[in-house]
């Protein structure tokens, strides 16, 4: 079994800055794509950014050039520094994970319980 553990969100005016993390444990092989993913009220869950464990980064275009997600492979943690936050970054934001928990096995995405984030005007 998987756990994905989030932390970071919060309250902030806009422009300010969060950053969030993303903690992977349990039965863990190895993890291939990690990512953040946001959800706003009455909205579809979005692609946020995602990062590949040799670094390949794919985001989402509303976030480029603010947002930068970056990952730690030996803790098994994603973080996503945010700056120049508007207020319709306001959503809940989801961690995921592709991992593989056992040698030849097949990757599994795993998601964390989110963390809200709230951008005041």
């Known amino acids: 079994q998987v756990q994905l553990v989030e932390s970071g969100g919060g309250l902030v005016q806009a422009g300010g800055s969060l950053r969030l993390s993303c903690a992977a444990s349990?039965?863990?092989?190895?993890?291939?794509?990690m990512g953040w993913y946001r959800q706003a009220p009455g909205k579809q869950r979005e692609l946020v950014a995602t990062?590949?464990?040799?670094?390949?980064?794919n985001s989402a275009d509303s976030v480029k050039g603010r947002f930068t997600i970056s990952r730690d492979n030996a803790k098994n943690t994603v973080y996503l520094q945010m700056n120049s936050l508007k207020p319709e970054d306001t959503a809940v934001y989801y961690c995921?994970?592709?991992?593989?928990?056992?040698?030849?096995?097949?990757?599994?995405?795993?998601w964390g319980q989110g963390t809200q984030v709230t951008v005041t005007s």
């Open positions: 995921r994970a592709d991992v593989i928990v056992r040698k030849f096995s097949a990757a599994r995405g795993s």
């Open positions: 349990g039965s863990i092989f190895s993890i291939n794509a």
């Open positions: 990062i590949t464990s040799g670094g390949s980064i």
